[in-house]
């Protein structure tokens, strides 16, 4: 199906989703459990926070858009919510009896394109209402959730399915070791600054700075900008924030977005890589601009990892742990 936006026409939140519910929570009002989510400010996992105890008081019903109206680095973003849920009072849900989970999906991509107009000083809630985007019309000028329910089912993709229920392998972090992350990887920093305009679209990722898409900016041909070198794959890249993400191909990295590059120095694979990332990411709340992860400070960096008899890493756990939680024999 073709997306000709030309056609498309303007239309106000306020006459898409009639009913428009701010969010009712903060973390504190809530209990613990796994009864429900807890929807935020977080433009990942859905907005998902955390699971917490059902509270009727406190509860919205699913099958609604979610206005990130709040919050540094999420706010401007928007999700399709298909489950009840507590949300945040950083949240609006937004509610239309012709939504469902196609058209919601089409929907919230085009309401992430709102995302550069806001920010921690400026926020969506005040002019929620009032926002204007672009959608597929009918004839009669009414939104066309037809088409956009058909687009979002055309496009080409299988449910994601998994074998394994829940993981055979325990997290006993009390017997986890400390161990420097400058033993096991050798670090480096990309060199020159390659810029994604600068160089001609082709297949090789662009890790920049991010917390998303594993840092992939974009991708570019080979010869990049003839300066910087390309970075094998199998490695493992974390950005000034602290974000960790596992390269499973070769790929350049921006020099300006601090990225840095661990080599592993043991046999590594894309499991155990996923596995230290995550370790790793877990660091990130020490860091911020004030506080950036250059190559030294990678390189002092000691993390806990699962430890075999002899007091070394145990890297085949880390293995058979990834690869036995859900979707983990999708790797």
Known sequence: MNLNINSWGNFKISELFPVLQNGKANQGMLSDGYDCFYVGAKKDDNGVMLHCAYDSALIQKGNCIIFICNGQGSVGYANYMDVDFIGSTD???????????????????????????????????????????????????????????????????????????????????????????????????????????????????????????NGIVGYIDEKGDGKAQIFKANSITVDMFCNAFYQNNDYYAVSHGRVNILYPKFKCNPLIGCFICSVINNERFKYSYGRAVYSDEISRMVIKLPTTSGNVPDFNFMENYIKSLPYGDRI
């Open 91 to 213: 949240i609006v849900a937004g509610y239309n009896k012709m939504l469902n989970q196609y058209n919601g999906l089409f929907i919230a991509t085009v309401l992430c394109q709102e995302r550069p107009k806001y920010s921690f000083g400026r926020k969506w809630k005040t002019h929620l209402k009032d926002t204007v985007i672009k959608l597929p019309q009918t004839i009669e000028g009414f939104p066309d959730w037809v088409f956009m329910e058909q687009y979002i089912k055309s496009l080409n993709h299988k449910p994601l399915t998994t074998q394994n229920r829940s993981s055979q392998h325990s997290l006993n972090i009390n017997c986890w070791q400390e161990f420097k992350v400058g033993d096991y990887f050798d670090v480096y920093l990309s060199s020159g600054d390659l810029k994604i305009d600068a160089c001609e679209p082709g297949k090789i990722p662009l890790v920049s700075s991010g917390a998303t898409n």
